[in-house]
T-cell receptor, first 112, second 119 residues
Framework: TQLLEQSPQFLSIQEGENLTVYCNSS?????LQWYRQEPGEGPVLLVT?????EVKKLKRLTFQFGDARKDSSLHITAAQPGDTGLYLC????????????FGTGTRLQVTL | GAVVSQHPSRVICKSGTSVKIECRSL??????MFWYRQFPKKSLMLMAT?????????EQGVEKDKFLINHASLTLSTLTVTSAHPEDSSFYIC???????????????FGQGTRLTVV
């Protein structure tokens, strides 16, 4: 059973378009992190959200943590080819010995 | 920022041999490190938690005798794939968290990954 379900699984868009990636769970997380991973490399942290309802912005990326801390979203404005990659959400659950639970992943392809 | 270094980045080995992968935290101490396996175009699957000075904790379905983990110091964990077979071919990634920044902001840093190919 995958605790964190991401949607969509794959997204192919043109440069300049907007998109939203969702990360949903029935479990509550004490914090949630978003990563981007490029082929052949390890994931790189984009943001950590810890408070229900929190919104964080990182240039053209907007991250939101759900009020109940069970879900999160990532919105990208005016996507660029450099945004191409695998986006992963990962959550901290209390009492899980600091190990992260990773989402199913969303593969984004941005073309010119 | 904190860095986790993984070595080697790529390895090709013959079926039946063993391969060791190293994971080092370069500028912070990590009492625990994590080993993941990633299949093509899929998310990360946690294999085990490496505990400094004690036995690793394996996730359900992961063979302890196949994937040997040693965490001998606060900055080094190793994963040895024993008697490797072609089905063990995969991308293996290690991770460590820097808890010095606080419990809720313990960023997880990942190694560069190791592409293992068993022929």
């Amino acid at each position: 059973t995958q605790l964190l379900e991401q949607s969509p699984q794959f997204l192919s868009i043109q440069e300049g378009e907007n998109l939203t990636v969702y990360c949903n769970s029935s479990s509550v997380f004490s914090s949630l992190q978003w990563y981007r991973q490029e082929p052949g490399e390890g994931p790189v942290l984009l943001v950590t959200v810890v408070t229900g309802g929190e919104v964080k912005k990182l240039k053209r990326l907007t991250f939101q943590f759900g009020d109940a801390r069970k879900d999160s979203s990532l919105h990208i404005t005016a996507a660029q080819p450099g945004d191409t990659g695998l986006y992963l959400c990962a959550g901290d659950r209390t009492g899980t010995a600091s190990k992260l639970t990773f989402g199913t992943g969303t593969r984004l392809q941005v073309t010119l | 920022g904190a860095v986790v270094s993984q070595h080697p980045s790529r390895v090709i080995c013959k079926s039946g041999t063993s391969v060791k992968i190293e994971c080092r935290s370069l500028d912070f101490q990590a009492t625990t490190m994590f080993w993941y396996r990633q299949f093509p175009k899929k998310s990360l699957m946690l294999m085990a938690t490496s505990n400094e000075g004690s036995k690793a904790t394996y996730e359900q379905g992961v063979e302890k005798d196949k994937f040997l983990i040693n965490h001998a110091s606060l900055t080094l964990s190793t994963l040895t794939v024993t008697s490797a077979h072609p089905e063990d071919s995969s991308f293996y990634i290690c991770s460590a968290r820097d808890w010095n920044r606080g419990a809720l902001l313990a960023e997880a840093f990942f190694g560069q990954g190791t592409r293992l190919t068993v022929v």
